[in-house]
């Protein structure tokens, strides 16, 4: 689509292709939205490393604990928590 605007300045007549607005504004709402699914990947990173980091301290407590009940359980007064 062809828009013609005239020019007050000059008294010419500016033909400004509409189609090649549209795609500038579109460009500039893919810039939002890429800086939007950026800082949403990177909460999800951070989301991810948490749920990581805690899983392992979970699991090696977990194993701690295991060998404390079957020193307990073996019938040792002595168990100590490495």
């Known amino acids: 689509m062809v828009s013609i605007v005239h ?14 607005t549209a795609e500038v504004e579109r460009g500039r709402d893919n810039d939002d939205d890429f800086r939007d699914r950026m800082r949403v990947n990177l909460f999800a ?3 991810l490393i948490a749920l990581t980091l805690f899983g392992i301290w979970l699991a090696n407590t977990m ?20």
Do not use: M
């Not at 020019?7 to 090649?20: G, L, N, P």
């Open 63 to 82: 194993v701690a604990t295991e060998k404390a009940h079957g020193c307990y359980s073996s019938g040792e007064h002595t168990c100590s928590l490495i």
């Open 45 to 47: 990173a951070i989301v």
């Open 7 to 20: 020019s007050s300045d000059q008294s010419r007549f500016v033909v400004e292709d509409a189609t090649r």
